[in-house]
Antibody, heavy 124, light 108 residues
């Protein structure tokens, strides 16, 4: 079964750090783009970061310089290292697979498999 | 950065009704748009990619249309399990990816 399971969330003080994990099963994180999306309580979805199959990484403006996305190929796990945390980073953090669907010659990059998320609360 | 707006913010409907949700992009995203369904406490579920291509296993009552800046998600006959929040998201020339604010479909 294709599945993603996040862990590592919790309560942290402003300025602190946390590392989230996303364990994948049923496919290899090495061969896919993988992404993190967060959702503040009662709010909508916000894209955070993506790691390309080749290893390139991209970040939203709100987390660039503070968060680092990575993966451990042999453990088939995606990570998000979060430093200098702020109260506005409080959210459920979901990892997702970016699958490449094809229609003819056109590629579509869609988040097709999601984890249930892990809650991060930044508060003193 | 491309901004997506969705309307209405909330839609109150009865089971069996036809539902039309709108997503508008601040600039053209071609057909590089997806729709998600999210129920409380659950992860989003991918319904449509390429603006109109239904994901395998998604019921035929869900359909997407549009290109450029105007998109629509239609539910032909709303079922009880369809009450949820629906988000559009583009993937044109990413990063970044951006989501719309969502439309909540609730029971009238």
């Amino acid at each position: 079964e294709v599945q993603l399971v996040e862990s590592g969330g919790g309560l942290v003080q402003p300025g602190g750090s946390l590392r989230l994990s996303c364990a994948a099963s049923g496919f290899s994180v090495t061969n896919k783009f993988m992404t993190w999306v967060r959702q503040a309580p009662g709010k909508g979805l916000e894209w955070v970061s993506v790691i390309h199959a080749g290893g390139r990484t991209d970040y939203s403006d709100s987390v660039r310089g503070r968060f680092t996305i990575s993966r451990h190929n042999s453990e088939n796990t995606l990570y998000l290292q979060m430093n200098s945390l702020r109260p506005e980073d409080t959210a459920v953090y979901h990892c997702a697979r970016v699958n490449d669907f094809w229609s003819g010659t056109q590629r579509h990059d869609a988040f097709d498999i999601w984890g249930r998320g892990t809650m991060v609360t930044v508060s003193s | 950065e491309i901004v997506l707006t969705q309307s209405p913010a909330t839609l109150s409907v009865s089971p069996g009704e036809r539902v039309t949700l709108s997503c508008r992009a601040s600039q053209s995203v071609s057909s590089n748009l997806v729709w998600f369904q999210q129920k409380p406490g659950q992860a989003p579920r991918l319904l449509i990619y390429g603006a109109s291509i239904r994901v395998t296993g998604i019921p035929a009552r869900f359909s997407g249309s549009g290109s450029g800046t105007e998109f629509t998600l239609t539910i032909s006959s709303l079922q009880s399990e369809d009450f949820a929040v629906y988000y559009c998201q583009h993937y044109d020339n990413w990063p970044p990816f951006t989501f719309g604010p969502g439309t909540k479909v609730d029971i009238k």
